[in-house]
């Protein structure tokens, strides 16, 4: 089955600088890859995915890059503002999501004012 | 809006009890999920449904079970509760393949804790 890994489990950085999260996968299949964001005491939600086809996808100050060949994606937040700090989870799935979400592990952002 | 309810934000069972965990969504999904989160483990997927009456198992579906006898709700069930199962489990529901329209939307969260 899918393995998602993911790097750094924590991470702090000043307001106004970028941050990076990095996943690797291992199923070559696997097609659909989201991230997902949770605020302390609340549920996971979605803010930005990318499909096989595509190298990159931006929106506003967060972007995903994939790189299939390497089988590894990052999630790039950059001007990091205070409401920015929660738990990312990056995910990969087989079949565009119809298929089961593998999980990485969670990265802990932390902005610091 | 979607709108992904669990009935319960917290429980407290003790071992050996079996244990009901519902799972409600407003939008006519087809697919729902039921997970576990741990710290430094992630989410990981207990048990999820394509279809009423309909379940495949995920990555570690021993000791629970499942139903789904309402396209809106599904349950999952701890046959007799143990220490381990103390954790927080969340439920999602998305649309099917299809659509394109895939992300999975996330419940509150039930806190489960097993004495």
């Known amino acids: 089955g899918e393995n998602v890994e993911q790097h750094p489990s924590t991470l702090s950085v000043q307001e106004g600088d970028s941050a990076v999260i990095k996943c690797t996968y291992s199923?070559?299949?696997?097609?659909?890859f989201p991230w997902y964001k949770q605020e302390l005491g609340k549920r996971p939600q979605l803010i930005i995915d990318i499909r096989s086809n595509v190298g990159e996808k931006k929106d506003q100050r967060i972007a995903v890059t994939l790189n299939k060949t390497a089988k590894h994606f990052s999630l790039h937040i950059t001007e990091t503002q205070p409401e920015d700090s929660a738990v990312y989870f990056c995910a990969a799935s087989s079949n565009f999501g119809n298929e089961k979400l593998t999980f990485g592990t969670g990265t802990r952002l932390t902005i610091i004012p | 809006d979607v709108k992904v309810t669990q009935s319960s934000r917290y429980l407290v069972k003790r071992t050996g009890e079996k244990v009901f965990l519902e799972c409600v969504q407003d939008?006519?999904?087809?697919?729902m999920f039921w997970y576990r989160q741990d710290p430094g483990l992630g989410l990981r997927l207990i048990y999820f449904?394509?279809?009423?009456?309909?379940?495949e198992k995920g990555d570690i579906p021993e000791g629970y079970s499942v139903s789904r006898e309402k396209k809106e709700r599904f349950s999952l069930i701890l046959e007799s509760a143990s220490t381990n199962q103390t954790s927080m489990y969340l439920c999602?529901?998305?649309?099917?393949?299809?659509?394109?329209?895939?992300?999975?939307?996330f419940g509150p969260g039930t806190r489960l804790l097993v004495l």
């Open positions: 449904s394509y279809d009423v009456k309909m379940k």
């Open positions: 199923d070559s299949a696997s097609n659909y």
């Open positions: 999602a529901s998305s649309l099917p393949n299809p659509t394109l329209q895939e992300t999975q939307y």
């Open positions: 939008m006519d999904h087809e697919n």
